[in-house]
Nanobody
Framework: QVQLAESGGGSVQAGGTLRLSCTGSQAMRCGYMAWIRQAPGKEREGVARIGYNSGTAIYSDSVKGRFVISRDKPKDILYLQINNAESEDTAMYYC????????????????????WGQGTQVTVLP
């Protein structure tokens, strides 16, 4: 059973850094994991995705060059490093994972993910 749990959220000054963590994916054998965010009044936005076995990462245009997704497979931890935080990054951040092993297109689509954590709040202060 995949049971995801995020941690590491909080407040960060604009321009600062924050690292989010996600555990609970040890039951996975293939597929993808991702970080997806939702700001108040907005739809969910996929910001980063990583292949469970390949480690290949893709990013949305809004975070490319600032966010880094990575995974410590032996420790079963998924990370999202937020660098040079911007006010637009304020949102609830969710860790998510696919259920199957199908190849996905090069886009981080929230609808592709079956398992979700409860989320961790990130607030960027001016």
């Amino acid at each position: 059973q995949v049971q995801l749990a995020e941690s590491g959220g909080g407040s960060v000054q604009a321009g600062g850094t924050l690292r989010l963590s996600c555990t609970g994916s040890q039951a996975m054998r293939c597929g993808y994991m991702a970080w997806i965010r939702q700001a108040p009044g907005k739809e969910r936005e996929g910001v980063a995705r990583i292949g469970y076995n390949s480690g290949t990462a893709i990013y949305s245009d809004s975070v490319k060059g600032r966010f880094v997704i990575s995974r410590d497979k032996p420790k079963d931890i998924l990370y999202l490093q937020i660098n040079n935080a911007e006010s637009e990054d304020t949102a609830m951040y969710y860790c998510a994972a696919t259920r199957g092993c199908d190849l996905l297109p090069n886009d981080v689509r929230p609808s592709d993910f079956y398992y979700w954590g409860q989320g961790t709040q990130v607030t960027v202060l001016p």
